[in-house]
């Protein structure tokens, strides 16, 4: 006859009371020893072959009545491998409330051997949430840039706006800033020609000649006209595609071919009313407007940019290097794919890389140290995200993409585990508005913004 299985009384879950031992590791780093003793370890191994025995079906044995010596010949390492599971994460995170530990990040858990009847004794490495002491964060000095826009400022939008309209049209004078340059070229070095093209086209602007970095490009070009013939002299880039020349002194002979310039609409009434204006005061009262929203959005951003330097400023402490360095890698990652399905070639994709390496993880700890204190002021000043407000974040975020609909896109954010994050980014906005509110701001005058632009100007 199969044995009996005793009658247990139903009773509320009994706490393990783990031993344990804390050593530090490194910033923020902490390993726990923890111990559960052979008792405890015999009642979650007694309790696992209950619930085992109770459902489990074995030839020849009605449910229930399966006996103990039986199932620990047949279902014995499966047990003691999800119960020493069950005791180690149990017994750790009764660790962490009863010393009220405030872990960030995933814990590492050493080999958990359960062997019945001895004691269990594992390992535990864990990261703690660093502790911020933070100097007084209200009353914060800041500089709002002026938002007035001034007629020249209307007036540049409208030469921008005439340019990028205007068509080209031949011109008998030498080549200026903005023109564009129809040209044959031929690139040599070591009286070897590498690469040449006829009737390329070129906007004289900048440094850039088809790939190329060409020191004073608008200056070689000033005032040169059609039938013209010049050399440059350049420095091939490490990039070039003859591998043997990246580096090399090489010569650009150019012979120009036309000289084209935008030929600019005049500034009237009807050009305004072939762009939808009404006439040119309609026009310019909109483009202040466009130019007023942007430069409000300009001067918010860089509140918010003046807050955050201030508060890294402000605070010093230790940083859990371990995860700094797996969320810069895990960036490094992402790159990675990134360039491979764009087709890099490997030796580049390594050379981007090492670029990345060598300010990513600076940034990575700037981000660590600024979440933890915007944490910190959002715990202090109760400061949370409403679902009203994620809802309405959502919604906003919805109706600036095609056909899809708040819920559809919740669902989507759901199913990629990115509620959180959304949740973290808003209630870190919150909290820098919160500074920005209670801070003392020094507006900028109309006059000092002109100064300012002017002296951007001249650079």
Known sequence: MPEDLPDVEEKEEEKLEPEVTIEKEGPCKQRLNITVSADKVTAEIDKAYKELLEAVDVPGFRKGRVPRSLAEKRFGKQINEETGKKISTDAFLEVVKDKEMDTIGQPHFGEVKLEPGRPLTFDVTVYIKPSVELDEYKGMPLGK???GVTDKEIDEHIENLRRSKAPLGPVERGAEKGDQVILDFAITSDDRELRSIEDARLFVEGDQFFGMQ?????KAFSGRKAGDEFEIDVTLPDDFREEEYRGRPAKI????KEVKAPQLPEVNDEWAQSLDFDDVEDMRDEFETILKRKKIAEADSDLRRQVRERLLEKADFELPEDLIEQQAESVFTRRRMELESLGVPPEEIDGRIEELRSTQQEATRKSFKLFFILQHIA????IFVTEDEVDARIAAMASRRRNTSPEELRTLYEQDNVMNELRVEMREEKTIQFIIDN?????????????EQGETGDR
């Not at 002979?253 to 120009?256: L, R």
């Not at 715990?379 to 109760?382: A, P, Q, S, T």
């Open 439 to 451: 801070a003392e701001i020094t507006e900028e005058s109309e006059q000092e913004a002109e100064e």
């Open 253 to 256: 002979s150019i012979k120009m």
């Open 379 to 382: 715990e202090k000043e109760k």
């Open 145 to 147: 840039k002026a938002t």
């Open 214 to 218: 060409v020191e004073d490009l608008e």
